[in-house]
Nanobody
Framework: QVQLVESGGGSVQAGGSLRLSCAAS????????MGWFRQAPGKEREGVAL????????YYADSVKGRFTISQDKAKNTVYLQMNSLKPEDTAMYYC????????????????????WGQGTQVTVSS
């Protein structure tokens, strides 16, 4: 099992930036993918960014491409989500997730494929 702890959320005006962090502990050697998901009230949980930990390959939802960047620091067992040009529609609870094993191209809609989750960190973007 992998334990995940997010930090870095907060309130920002539209156009601003935030950086989220996700510190992992436990059986991190078994993790193949780390992802950031978000869920707004009344909406489905959706994936926004994904990193394949073995190669640093990254994947993004269309809604955040060009604005968000996922990265990892293996020495610190930490994954980051740099969020720039934030929009009010980015407002949500953001969760870090980990998965051991393969993932398909529909990963952003398959949050149940991830076995480990953090407690979430709130991001609020005002207009």
């Amino acid at each position: 099992q992998v334990q995940l702890v997010e930090s870095g959320g907060g309130s920002v005006q539209a156009g601003g930036s935030l950086r989220l962090s996700c510190a992992a502990s436990g059986y991190t050697y078994s993790t193949d993918y780390m992802g950031w998901f978000r869920q707004a009230p009344g909406k489905e949980r959706e994936g926004v960014a994904l990193i394949y930990t073995r190669s640093d390959s990254t994947y993004y939802a269309d809604s955040v491409k060009g604005r968000f960047t996922i990265s990892q620091d293996k020495a610190k067992n930490t994954v980051y989500l740099q969020m720039n040009s934030l929009k009010p529609e980015d407002t949500a609870m953001y969760y870090c997730a980990a998965r051991a094993g393969k993932l398909g191209s529909s990963w952003s809609r398959r949050w149940t494929d991830f076995g480990s989750w953090g407690q979430g960190t709130q991001v609020t973007v005002s207009s």
